[in-house]
């Protein structure tokens, strides 16, 4: 398998690697490595073996200068604040830096190519458009199958505007070529048979192994939180598109309530910022991320699981979401927002309430709802408790098995290697 990361909190590529390591493969990792952060080998539980590439030496280069405009954009930001309140514009990219970025990734990828032909694999699993030419020219000169595993619509995404023609033309290009293909929802899956002419994608949501929800107060005595209000969660990344400023505006129509962020992302200073401004930081609280074998105990302490993601992109539109199957494992009430793959799992298993997405009024209606309602909320979670036997990780083991052995055919019973 190969990650365009660093493969620490991948829960996606954990789990299928687990299930291919379970069923007699070896299966070897392919990532990123950062010095003082990650081993460049190891081996996790159950034998899965990690090989991690180094970065170029341009790329340490490349972050001090990211670093260094950082600050410089910061203090001109505070400049402009204090003489116009106008916010300063990022300097645009050098031709410099854009040519230090795209050589430094290119080492990168023919460093991965290197470990992957070396590794001798018998089928090679690509994880997200990011790695797909790497893992196809890696597949090409080992003679090998291809396995394409597309995790997004890379194509209308939050954050790849820039990139959706490059994107696009390497989807159309590769994989049809590609001797399996999977996606997260059925919905992806009909957009890339559709685009892309190729036979509809297996599709394997999002879900988390099943693990029994214990009851804890692992959030309510990990930040002191006194009263005994309920408490609201979001778990995920904290990135633009998710509605995650909303959520915090949201407290502040919803009293006798804690909020509770874990995570990090692009957005984590800003909603710090306006938790604080809108007067909430007795009540907005922020958790990093944390480790992925730790984040069910923190689910499991909530009382309400929000996902509260916005329709700014077909991605978003076609999602349904590592947190929702979170929620439902941890037998947590729901309110989330009213987009199509989300609400089918909603409504078929009736498991709290649905908003419109970017509805601030609804969305407070919602929550404030279950907030106030106990009995609602007891019986939304035995709903979500029932729902958990069926929604796991576990039920769609089979399908990713299957489809290996259709790929690989006969030597599928031979112990390969899945790399």
């Given at each position: ?36 952060v ?22 340490k ?9 950082s ?6 930001r ?153 408490i ?52 907005v ?29 077909l ?81 769609q ?23």
């Open positions: 398998m190969i990650v365009w990361n660093e493969f620490r909190n991948d829960a996606r590529v954990l789990k299928e690697a687990q299930t291919l390591q379970s069923s007699g493969f070896q299966v070897v990792v392919h990532a990123l490595h950062t010095p003082g990650t081993q460049e080998r190891e081996t996790l539980d159950g034998g899965i073996k990690v090989v991690r590439v180094a970065r170029s030496p341009l790329w280069l490349r972050k001090r200068k990211l670093k260094e405009i600050k410089n954009t910061a203090a001109s505070e400049k402009n604040t204090q003489q116009s309140k106008k916010p300063a514009t990022p300097p645009p990219e050098t031709l410099t830096r854009q040519l230090l970025k795209l050589i430094a990734r290119l080492w990168t990828h023919a460093g991965l190519v290197i470990q992957l032909v070396r590794s001798r694999p018998t089928v090679i699993h690509a994880h997200d458009v990011n790695v797909l030419p790497t893992a196809w020219v890696a597949a090409k000169l080992a003679r090998v199958p291809l396995v394409y595993d597309a995790h997004e619509i890379s194509t209308d995404r939050e954050g790849y505007k820039a990139f959706r023609g490059l994107v696009g033309w390497i989807e159309k290009k590769l994989m049809p070529r590609a001797a399996g293909t999977i996606t997260t929802t059925d919905a992806r899956a009909k957009f890339f048979a559709r685009a892309y002419g190729i036979p509809r994608p297996l599709v394997l949501q999002n879900r988390p192994r099943l693990v029994q929800a214990e009851g804890s107060n692992r959030i309510r005595e990990e930040l002191g939180l006194s009263e005994p209000w309920p609201v969660l979001y778990q995920g990344g904290l990135q633009p598109g998710r509605g995650l400023p909303r959520l915090v505006e949201v407290a502040k129509k919803v009293p006798e309530a804690y909020f509770v962020f874990i995570g990090g992302g692009r957005q984590t200073a800003e909603l710090h910022e306006l938790a604080g401004d809108l007067g909430l930081t007795d009540r609280h922020f958790i990093s991320t944390v480790p992925l074998a730790e984040l069910p105990s923190y689910t499991a302490s909530a009382d309400i699981g929000v996902q509260p993601i916005e329709n700014t992109c991605n978003h539109f076609t999602t349904d979401s590592n947190k929702l199957f979170e929620y439902v494992i941890a037998g947590l009430p729901v309110v989330a927002s009213q987009l199509p793959e989300i609400s089918k799992v909603v409504r078929q298993h009736e498991l709290g309430l649905l908003v419109p997405p970017g509805d601030t009024e609804a969305l407070a209606d919602a929550i404030r709802t279950l907030v106030q309602d106990a009995g609602m909320r007891k019986q939304y979670r035995a709903n979500a408790e029932k729902a958990a036997q069926s929604l796991n990780w576990e039920t083991e089979a399908s990713l098995l299957e489809l290996y052995h259709r790929v690989l055919g006969n030597e599928a019973t031979q112990e390969p290697a899945a790399r």
